[in-house]
């Protein structure tokens, strides 16, 4: 069987296509820049144009694109948007539509053909199968796993990244493993507005979705190391969200989510030895700019290990953590992770993926 794995992130976008029949090493693997970036960089060329901007499509991440909206909005010229491309910069309308981005049907903003139509979606398999063609590889996966960070549509008067954690800490009420935050296509919760778009961009075909620092979590521990310790601290630094889970087992003991570029190594340290020790207070990640922070139970001295393209802020830090890269590539964590969530989520591949995993 075939599998497409995507791992969509705020800088770079890390692709893993595998055929079962391979070692994963052998697979074909690439790290391109993220739609959001490539979606700023189209929307830059149009402000250094002076010409207005039509975006339409579906609702992806937003970071780099929507900096470069707000300029081009700070320059005067004029932007069309439909509801769901609008989605991408806030879940509130109301509020996008206050930055001057005029709100239209699909039918209406089709009538503004002298500006720069640019078409978002976090996934864009069209553009990926045409890249692959040249290479003499045919795209035809048999299941296809996309891992995004949705924030989800926060309930008005809420902040958007206290929602996200609380929704986390529901998720982890109602099982508490890493498995809760692995979805298929028809059970993506309503308020995941970025996820519902890529299931719709995906169609019909075996789709499982995961939040990208759980899907590099899971792939962390298919290290060999990391795997050989049954209690262990695993910590993702991504390019915006840091996240750490305490695990023993399958079973989550804690976790907190942080904000990257808030981080500095000294307080790095001291969340991930609180979140060892059972010791965070109550909101003290929240207090300092970043989602949240959860004690569920405490562990017993866990293996501490980093991965992550930010992992630079822990290395050689005093608490000795070990930098893993599962099937020697950092990278590819998350879409090994994602194999993982496939194998988990799809039971009648369990048996071919797993073999696979242990193969290498």
Not at 93 to 110: D, N, P, Q
Not at 214 to 233: F, K, M, Q, T
Not at 242 to 252: E, K, W
Not at 303 to 310: C, E, K, S, Y
Request: hydrophobic residues 40%.
């Amino acid at each position: 069987m075939q599998i497409l794995c995507l791992d969509v992130g705020s800088t770079t976008q890390d692709i893993l296509f595998l055929d079962t029949a391979q070692r994963i090493e052998n697979a074909i693997q690439m790290v391109l820049p993220s739609p959001t970036i490539l979606v700023a960089r189209a929307i830059e060329a149009a402000t250094a144009r002076r010409g207005s901007l039509v975006l339409t499509g579906e609702t992806m991440g937003g970071g780099a694109c929507t900096s470069a909206i707000r300029r081009h909005l700070e320059s005067g010229l004029e932007v069309y948007a439909t509801e769901h491309a609008a989605r991408s910069f806030r879940d509130d309308l109301r509020e996008v539509a206050s930055w001057g981005i005029r709100l239209e049907s699909a039918e209406e903003i089709s009538r503004h053909a002298d500006g720069t139509i640019i078409s978002l979606a976090d996934v864009d398999l069209p553009r990926l199968e045409r890249a692959l063609s040249a290479w003499d590889v045919t795209l035809r996966p048999d299941v296809i796993t996309v891992a995004v960070l949705d924030h989800g549509v926060a309930p008005a008067g809420e902040s958007e990244r206290l929602w996200r954690f609380r929704y986390l800490q529901e998720f982890l009420a109602a099982n508490g493993t890493l498995e809760a935050f692995i979805f298929s296509g028809n059970d993506v919760p309503a308020h995941f507005t970025r996820m519902q778009a890529v299931v719709r961009t995906t169609g019909p075909m075996p789709l499982v979705l995961m939040d990208t620092g759980a899907a590099a979590v899971l792939g962390a521990s298919l290290d060999p190391l990391v795997g050989r310790h049954e209690n262990r601290l695993v910590v993702n630094l991504g390019n915006s969200h840091t996240i750490a889970f305490n695990l023993s087992g399958s079973r989550v003991l804690g976790f907190f989510e942080h904000h990257t570029s808030l981080l500095s190594r000294s307080r790095l340290e001291e969340l991930l030895s609180g979140l060892a020790e059972g010791t965070l207070e109550k909101d003290e990640v929240w207090k300092d700019g970043g989602h949240g922070n959860l004690i569920i139970e405490k562990g017993t001295s866990p293996f501490l290990t980093a991965t992550g393209p930010q992992r630079s802020l822990i290395a050689g830090s005093r608490l000795d953590p070990y930098l893993s890269a599962p099937f020697g590539s950092m990278m590819l964590t998350g879409c090994f992770g994602m194999l993982k969530a496939v194998s988990i989520k799809l039971p009648e591949w369990r048996e071919e993926i797993d073999k696979t995993l242990s193969r290498s």
